[in-house]
């Protein structure tokens, strides 16, 4: 199961962006959004974000 960014959460802060290995998530039109695809689930999007926006699904 991969993560998702709640938008209604997100700060936009660029922290899960900066972390993420895969290179799976990505700023697209004003809001951070993860590639399912490219997630390998290993949850470091969800450790750096400060707000708790990124979420398992």
């Given amino acids: 199961m991969a993560y998702i960014i709640d938008t209604d ?3 936009m ?4 962006e900066a972390e993420c290995p895969e290179e799976a998530i990505s700023e697209i039109d004003g809001a951070y959004v993860i ?3 490219k997630c390998k689930d290993c949850g470091n999007c969800a450790e750096v974000c400060p707000v708790g926006a990124a979420q398992k699904v």
């Fill in 35 to 37: 590639d399912t695809e």
């Fill in 13 to 16: 802060c660029g922290a899960c």
């Fill in 9 to 11: 959460e997100c700060i």
